[in-house]
Structure formats: C-alpha cells, structure tokens
Nanobody
Framework: QVQLVESGGGSVQAGGSLRLSCIGS????????MAWFRQAPGKEREEVGG???????LYAASVKGRFTISRDNAKNTLTLQMNNLIPEDTATYYC?????????????????????WGQGTQVTVSS
C-alpha cells in the first residue's frame, strides 16, 4: 500500500519561513519523481516544484529563489523549505509521487501524471 505522509505547515507572517516534509512508502522511492503542489481556494492545483530520480530540481517561477526542494532517498523523505513567504503562498500543499518501472525524469508535469498523493497540509501567510 502506497502512502505519502506530510508534516509541517501552519501559520506564519509574511517574510517568515516554514518547512514541509513528506515520507513515502510502498513504492520504489529512489526511482520516482517527487513534487510539491499547492491549491488555493477557487484556484487550480499548481506545481510548486519537483525533483526527479537524478536529483534535478525545477521550480515554478513564482517560488524560484525562495523555495528549496530536497530528497533523502535513504529515508524516503521529501522536504520543501519555504523562505520569505508572502500571502500569495497561502494554500493547501500536497506531496506527490510519480512511480514508474524505470527511472523517472522531468519532475514538472501536470497533476494527473502523478499517481500518488499525500493528504495535504495547510500553509497560511498573513500580511
């Protein structure tokens, strides 16, 4: 059974930092693409950024330079370090995994290509 369990999140003032973590199990973690998505009320789910099996990291333009994604294959853990947060970052954040038989490359994909999802964690940034 595949599970993605997220932790972290919460409320912070603009300019602050938060760290999200996601632990995956039940699939071949080190071959997968991993990503963070977010969804604000009334908006579509968007990819914040991702990291593929080679360690290549890509980010949305809106968070580049402020957010950092990393993965620890030994611990099946994905993290999202968010710095200099702004109110527009307020959303529910989701961890996602694309597990394929071969190595996964290119972590920037539409949501429907990711086959496993976490339950979501809320991030609220106040001005």
């Amino acid at each position: 059974q595949v599970q993605l369990v997220e932790s972290g999140g919460g409320s912070v003032q603009a300019g602050g930092s938060l760290r999200l973590s996601c632990i995956g199990s039940g699939y071949t973690y080190n071959r997968s693409c991993m990503a963070w998505f977010r969804q604000a009320p009334g908006k579509e789910r968007e990819e914040v950024g991702g990291i593929d099996s080679s360690g290549t990291r890509l980010y949305a333009a809106s968070v580049k330079g402020r957010f950092t994604i990393s993965r620890d294959n030994a611990k099946n853990t994905l993290t999202l370090q968010m710095n200099n947060l702004i109110p527009e970052d307020t959303a529910t954040y989701y961890c996602a995994a694309l597990s394929v038989r071969s190595l996964c490359y290119n972590p920037i994909r539409p949501p429907n290509e990711y086959n496993y999802w976490g339950q979501g964690t809320q991030v609220t940034v106040s001005s």
